[in-house]
């Protein structure tokens, strides 16, 4: 009897899950979210339309670990206005056109004083960079190349009309209770705007993802995280310090929508149940996955897996942070995105939770020899024959491995079956009374 | 000086070896062996000519481990007469025409339903299969292909004149004691009716080698099993329980007469002495030998390495079962033993178990600096030249790394130098009292 | 700030080190080093005008570990006349013409007889081999084979005038405090007469290290040693004993003058900070290196290595002993060791020792997330952009894995990054009040 996660995975429709994830992310992709501030919390409530969300908000001035949660930003309009008196850029079209975090200002400069506010991309001359300035106090714009090099000498008005004043940090959470105490953290960042690759598609993985397990029963909780970029993972740790060893497993959600191959980051650890689950699921997809080893940047796993936590935490997205071109730019937009590489992403997420909830360690109840299988109806009465006999093999791997060290993960990798093939064996000799689970 | 297992090795007379197990092999074929019965005890009796052999007589539905000793099949006749009477199945002609422990059975049918109870392979139509069914009642005959698609429509009589009934399961034991407690078990199957390759090789190999052993003084024991497989082994563990911590290393014997190349299966353990020891003794040999991890399928290293037991025993055949076409057939005949293949493999297990025997660790009793070699005699006076110093450099590899964990064998491979090579300067340094065996 | 011996190794001026070097073996070539006697004194007087030596003398007669000092060598004359009284081979012109060690003899011989005590190379007819007798009574000569093949037959005179006396092992000792108790150990051989690569360049390259480490404070130790082979060592250890748990790592000089590429020989442990900071010092200069396994013969760490000791000591040299084909003849000579091949190996040295000295644990004061290092000064303020910030990488890493397990070289070599880059940003930490040393 395959788990209820085993199901979703069997019965989930590829083409609807993937058009629904893209139109969502469609949805949410004009909020003017940042580090904090109403585009947050907008995002945020789209979510809790689909998901038990709970929203957090941290004052400003809170001391989160190392770090002070900052003042919050909230943007009216900023522009540009050129000697003529044209907008020549204008954050009403993209957010993507002001330095994120700039302080208010109105004021009129040449343009020679105005270039060192100016951000772009001479190698990419048609795209808008994606800055921010969320630490020191500074403002600034963001504008195609080919658009600055058409700026002409004189005198330009500039405009940045927002609020940066005590206020929040906001994130959300929603936590799928299982029936122990052990969980699966997944965290996803919701403080980008426009960008799509970069922070809608997880967005979107995420909450289509827990839709589906909120109504699946299971042994191990979920803990969906929706956290603004490092200052929202290190507020969520510091309110979260005493119960972080129920963490057993986790994964950053990121970049899971461009139509590259998978990629799975380590944990620190490098040896965690998870660094073995995602490979083990994938190759069981049929999916090819590239394994890269922990490094202390990328997304929040960076936080996740300080020495002080050293969470069992890695990531799998498609193609990683800063090796597409489109990165932080306005090109990662929701042509980058396609449907069916979110339905694939949404697809080997599942996969990697079904494989973790059914994953647990046995003890053999008959560990000396082989129990006689064919007196339980387990096994072929006709001897001398050789095919046929696949599970047969997985009945005789795990009974030999289930010595309470080995978990169902660690036989599948030895006997190089599918994980499914193993679990549902075990599941059989529970049945017949040979096998115990010991965690 | 050579220990008596180096002598037995360098003095072995390869062809004679090979024509003499080939002949006893010969010898032993026709008898009708099955899990039990008298067969068996035939098979057992003409090995208990040549060894001290200890015969067990288990009785019908004694509780072993997880099984019970099943009923004693012995075989009277069996066959199948056509439509027109004449016999078309004979299991007269051999034994393999007959399913093991068919029941017995005397009946008139038609052809169509006489199928149901036929065994065939159609892509080897000129062979005659082996099937059993030891744990279901059932009756059933093999033939070859060809001969089935001859078989005319009509009715059809079958007979199988046998006894099933309360008896015993019979299996052979030879003990050859050694200095000490530690023992080698080597273990054989006595089951397989007809078959040489499977079973008849492994029991002649078995016989020489404990032959030779016994005239040898050994610091090792050696235990020699003839035993049905599955059930006798099982037999054997359930009623030595208390005394399996005496199991040093150990060997499943099989298909050694085929012109394949070695193939070494790691015990459970993977690391096991006997792991490392059969490579290296294969090495010294300059024999190519094939190393696969253990899997829980196989010989009686399934029993012997099931996680109750965990033994360190591995198997060291030619042609892995299965991985011949002739495997399970009556091709598996004597022709596809061969004398001198039979020569080459006891030739190996004599390697292995003088490797075994010559295994120590020893303690450097002047392990500060390199002790002066050349007051000793070991080492040559004149400095300065470079070549034709192999000894010296085994002299000083032992010195090196004898600090009573490595042993003998470890020294060997991490030098890169035959196991001999090493054990004649250990000998050497012991007798200048340079060195001090720790086990 | 680096520390003193990276500005050491900044500093070294290549073209004048090698030059200086290279004059100095020249200087010591020609005089006559055995084991034992005044050739060994008048090269350590040449080596204690440039560095603090202590000089030791160790009686014939002493016992040291398993040895005993052997009696004390002079060498005045030896040479042979041919049957017409010329001078035929004559240790005025080479001290490579006579056996090391042959004791006083004066006698006539025929030419059968004398043949006995000559050595001479077929395969390199000009050169004129190495060979030693120290450890049995015995004289020879050495001569090129041409040369030998041109004796006449007829009676020759030979005459070694020597002394083989009471008197002492000399040996040459220079320790360089550091702030702690920890030691680098540095010895080279300085028993061979005449040769260049083998024996000078070991002692002009630590001469030139003493020198210049003279000068600069370091917390670690760095103990040179200049002895006789093989006894030399021991005796050294037999007296140092119990002061042994001082040596923190070790490196064995030798055959540093060739032009060939660097070769590292790991300590007999394999896994000792020294055995990881070599390969990683010479990858950060852009030099290449072979990496070789411990194995029990080469020069003194055979004795440094003994399992009684096992100390953490390998070897670094150019082309290692015997795979040279000058190695132990006359054509290993002044021709052979180049300046700027001296003065690579005498900044790989410093680069190594630079190495070990930077090299510490360290443990992260804010070890939960990531500290904010932005308000520290120590990041970029611009979010968004990827390029140029290896900096910032080199923090994240030293911040993440300084859990007080790794060490600085652990870091480098898990980034990837060069040593100094690693140590450069742990000392910023420190600075910073983010990272406090362990050790």
Known sequence: MPSPLAELLRDLDLPASGAAMHAFAAELQPLPRSLTGDGVRATLARIGERLPLQVHEVPSGTPVLDWTIPREWNLRTAWIKGPDGALVVDAARSLLHVVGYSVP?????????????????????????????YWRESWGFCLAHRDRQRLAAGEYEVSVDATLEPGALTYGECFLPGEGEAEVLLSCHVCHPALANDNLS???????????????????????????????????????????GRIAHG???????????????????????????????????????????FVPFGYDERQYCSPGFDLPVGS????????????????????????????????AYLAVLALLEGNRRYRNLAPKGEPQLGRRGLYGSLGGATAGRERELALLWVLNQSDGDHDLLAIAERAGMPFAAIAEVAEALVGAGLLAAVD
Chains 1, 2, 3 share one sequence.
């Open 316 to 347: 799998l997205t498609r193609t990683p942070w800063g090796r597409y071109p489109q990165y932080h730019t306005s090109a990662d937009d929701l042509t980058l995105v396609r449907p069916e590489a979110l339905a694939g992403s949404l697809r």
């Open 105 to 133: 200002v109105r004021q009129r400069l040449p343009l020679a004083e105005l270039q060192a506010h100016l951000h772009s991309l001479p190698e990419h001359p048609d795209w808008v960079p994606y800055r921010t300035s």
């Open 202 to 244: 997880g967005i979107a993985l995420a909450t289509f993802l827990g839709e589906r397990l909120a109504a699946a029963p299971r042994r191990l909780g979920v803990r969906l995280l929706f956290v603004p970029g490092t200052i929202g993972a290190i507020a969520w740790l510091a309110r979260n310090e005493e119960r972080l």
């Open 251 to 293: 994964l950053v959600i990121a970049n899971v929508g461009d139509p590259g191959g998978f990629h799975y980051k380590r944990s620190r650890r490098g040896d965690a149940i998870i660094d073995r689950a995602v490979p083990r699921a994938l190759a069981d997809l049929g999916e090819p996955l590239a394994v890269e080893p």
